[in-house]
């Protein structure tokens, strides 16, 4: 009978494999072939590397199937293989580790980009993890290893895939930058809780860098973590030594740090490039005994985005979710929503955040719509341009899911009442998708008029919610406002009720605030009032109206008042101009802390020309600024659908000349969400939305301007080298580069040097630009340069990817190195002067 990976970890660190394809390359495996079905063609050869691991210490294996999906078998032709492929790479692992070593299904990303910044969705990834996973399982495989995610969204599809589909325990690694987020701009923290609420075995970091370059993010990790810890740290940061891809880690500094790793939180070590059965002997030697640190972390009640987390009972004030994505009785906004625009939608939701909401609700409640398919557009629209955690406000399952597939982080589901119906429905989604989920003081006999009665029901909700498996924290309760104007007994009730579920329940809590005020004079007075005795009977989120300046005003004060606040320096900081008088009233004070955030405020709309007064903001289409700032706004936005109406109205309106819209417009645009993203207010997925709005507006221009003046920076020819089948990278570096004015040709991936060369001369290139995200083939990229140099070209070389360093481009003679897609610009516009 094979050891139980849990009932193991209470006993001991466990020992992960290290890399497999370091070690099928030495056993002859060329670049460009297919891993996968080189391991299974010459199955000895994979049996012995299982061997070795097993010999020096490990006591999981890994299966060779990390590129096993469909779409990274499909870059072979071998797409409907999945099953065969990834069932015999089990098989062999299996045979090798008999009954004592656990065998772990590697399962790696697919290559391709989520929508919207890429063209796959939910259901297509999905599909292709779940293919693989239940394949492996099948087979044999004990456990599921999760490896190499640069997207959480993507990892959090094949953690749901891996749940949903198999009932074996899961290990998520997500790999980090050096910047200690991912690609897509998600730290530690926000990936923890985003993962964690999945409920895997457990959760952690590989590849990226070497143990030193982990080490960090685990101890960010293991201070909050209730899961367990998993880390597979590559043998160092690679180097060219005598021609060839050394990494510089011995066995010993890596030994020494997995007892650095296992002091900081993990309870399973093993290593990923470069690392060795001599790597794993070493740390299995050191770790031999040593008992895994007990999970103590806290209960954290926090929703997440992709890049950003709000953690709701933490921090120097109080969250709260902004109200006004909302169609009921908002004719306008219900009829931009019908016509599938979205326009209104996206400016309610940045003017929100610019006005300090850290959390928005999102109602697609339309008659007469296809509300599902309304709500995917709003959720993909809405985190594009503001990347923070939602409310789906919705209490149709088949929107509730939808929103739950397309949002990238932990939402919050608004709502279920107390019959077993609806609970029936909603809390398998909140459990199947890691999403919270809040449950109103409501049942088929309507809102009872007691506290004791709501009690009643919020007792019913939260047994209903741990049956199904949701955690304290995964369960809200909404204790339900009712009008003063019509039941004024009742609203001391609601306050009564929020106290008892705080005091015996202990889960988050919720209220629609403003309810109190209906039908009553200066609605202000009466909901700030009320938010406040809320506040201090243990509200955690309420839900308010973010231009209503008395709201923000409380809640400002009640994070001093409530000890929230510590030294008042956010009240200090926000009120530090006030000169008297009511908020409503006379000075404006502006309100753009994103509250409780992990991170600091980064709107990922234009966070600089934003500024919320009234109801309004800045925005796009804002008549108030001049016609080049709103164009420049919007390729800040990434406003892909309103740029086409701004340049009819720059050119037919305005009648300026298309070299002005373009420079003193859209290149200023993009120059700015450069700079966001140098300073990190900005990330991947925003930097890359505004390039493709910039593409979109120069796609209308360019044929207007002259041909002098649409001459383009400089020929660029990107390509990613020969063996390597790798390009999502040098995919972002072309779009970027085509919106900051070069000519750029791209060659796609695995493409010999000759092929480089000659296109090189026969376009007359200024610059080569190669990537490479594998070792192996990184010395490829010194053969297309040394040859360039024989036949006299005279272009620039610039090489970048992930296993790349400054010192490993200087020493193949490349001209500059790139450390992501925004430096790809710096660099190339260097090179060219």
């Known amino acids: 009978m094979r050891p139980d990976v849990e009932e193991l970890l209470k006993q001991k660190v466990l020992i992960l494999d290290g890399a497999m394809g370091t070690m099928l390359q030495e056993q002859g495996m060329m670049p460009g072939q297919c891993p996968e079905l080189f391991g299974i063609e010459n199955f000895r ?70 929508q919207p910044m890429g063209d796959i969705d939910f259901d297509q990834l999905y599909a292709a993890f779940s293919e693989q996973v239940k394949a492996c399982e099948k087979a044999g495989a004990d456990l599921i290893s999760i490896e190499t995610m640069t997207d959480v969204g993507e990892a959090r599809i094949a953690l749901i895939a891996a749940r949903q589909n198999t009932r074996l325990p899961v290990i998520a690694h997500i790999s980090f930058e050096n910047s200690g ?123 997440t985005s992709r890049s950003r987390s709000v953690n709701i009972r933490e921090g120097p004030s109080l969250a709260y979710i902004g109200e006004r994505i909302n169609p009921t009785a908002r004719k306008k906004l219900a009829s931009d929503i019908k016509e599938g625009q979205m326009l209104m939608v996206v400016d309610e939701a940045r003017n929100q955040v610019a006005a300090g909401a850290p959390i928005l609700d999102i109602n697609m409640g339309v008659p007469g719509i296809d509300e599902v398919a309304a709500m995917k557009q709003a959720v993909l629209s809405v985190q594009a341009a503001v990347d923070i955690p939602i409310s789906i406000d919705s209490t149709n399952a088949l929107v509730v899911e939808e929103a739950l ?40 006999r309507g809102i009872p008029k007691t506290a004791e009665g709501r009690m009643e029901i919020a007792r019913k909700i939260y047994k209903k919610a741990r049956e199904y498996g949701l955690r304290d924290e995964d369960i809200y309760i909404d204790c339900l406002v009712q009008t003063a104007s019509a039941e004024q007994s009742q609203v001391m009730e609601t306050i009564t009720t929020l106290q008892r579920v705080k005091d015996e329940l202990g889960v988050g809590t919720v209220l629609g605030v403003s309810n109190v005020s209906h039908g009553l004079p200066a609605r202000e007075i009466l909901n700030s009032t009320y938010l406040a005795m809320a506040l201090a009977a243990g509200l955690d989120l309420p839900i308010i109206n ?32 006030y000169q008297g008088g009511s908020a409503t009233g006379g000075n404006k004070v502006r309100h753009d802390i994103c509250i409780n955030c992990n991170i600091p405020e980064l709107l990922t709309g234009s966070a600089k020309t934003i500024n919320a007064v009234e109801h309004s903001t800045a925005n796009s289409e804002d008549s108030n600024i001049s016609i080049n700032q709103q164009l420049k706004n919007a390729v800040l936005e990434g406003n892909q659908d309103g740029i086409e109406k701004l340049l009819e109205k720059a050119l037919h309106e305005y009648h300026l000349k298309p070299l002005e819209i373009v420079n003193q417009g859209l290149i200023p645009g993009i120059e700015e969400a450069g700079e966001l993203y140098d300073r990190k207010e900005y990330f991947l997925p925003q930097l890359m939305m505004a390039a493709e709005t910039m593409r979109k507006a120069f796609t209308i221009v360019k044929p207007l301007l002259s041909q002098q003046a649409s001459q383009s920076r400089g020929t660029i020819i990107m390509a990613t080298v020969e063996g390597d089948i790798h390009d999502i990278g040098k995919n972002i570096v072309c779009v970027l580069l085509e919106n900051y004015g070069f000519n750029v040709i791209d060659l796609g991936k695995d493409v010999k040097a000759e092929s480089i060369l000659e296109i090189a001369e026969r376009e007359n290139a200024d610059i080569i630009g190669l990537s490479a995200l594998m070792t192996t083939t990184m010395p490829a990229m010194k053969k297309v340069i040394e040859e360039a140099r024989t036949r006299g070209l005279q272009c620039k070389f610039m090489v970048g990817g992930a296993v790349l360093t400054p010192e490993y481009a200087q020493s193949i003679g490349a001209d500059a190195y790139s450390e992501d897609a925004r430096a790809a610009v710096v660099v190339a516009r260097k090179l060219l002067n």
């Open 546 to 577: 973010p231009f209503d300046d008395r709201m923000r005003d409380t809640i400002m004060a009640a994070g001093v008042l409530l000890n929230r606040d510590r030294n008042c320096s956010t009240f200090i900081k926000q009120y530090k101009d």
């Open 45 to 114: 050869m994979l049996s012995a590397i299982h061997g070795q691991y097993i010999e020096a210490g490990a006591d999981i294996i890994q299966t060779n199937t990390f590129g096993g999906n469909s779409f990274k078998l499909g870059e072979y032709g071998l797409e409907n293989r999945v099953e065969e492929i990834n069932a015999e790479a089990v098989r062999i692992a299996r045979q090798s580790a008999g009954d004592k070593v656990l065998v772990a299904a590697s399962i790696g990303p697919s290559g391709k980009l989520l």
């Open 181 to 303: 987020r991912t690609m897509m701009g998600t730290d530690p923290l926000t990936a923890l809780l985003t993962l964690e609420a999945l409920q895997p075995l457990a959760i952690g970091a590989n590849c990226s860098g070497g143990a030193r370059e982990l080490l960090p993010v685990i101890e960010i990790m293991g201070h909050y973590s209730r899961v367990y810890l998993s880390v597979e740290p590559n043998a160092g940061l690679p180097l060219l030594l005598e021609g060839e891809t050394v990494f510089p880690d011995s066995p010993e500094e890596m030994a020494e740090y997995a007892l650095r790793l296992r002091d900081a939180g993990a309870g399973i070590i093993g290593g990923c490039c470069g690392t060795t059965p001599e790597h794993i002997r070493a740390m299995a030697n050191v770790l031999r005994g040593v008992a895994t640190l007990k999970r103590t972390g806290q209960k954290i009640f926090a929703l």
């Open 405 to 444: 597939k397309n949002f990238v982080g932990r939402p919050l589901i608004n709502s279920t009442t107390g019959e077993d119906r609806q609970l029936d429905i909603i809390l398998p989604l909140a459990k199947k998708y890691g999403a919270a989920v809040l449950g109103l003081c409501l049942d088929e």
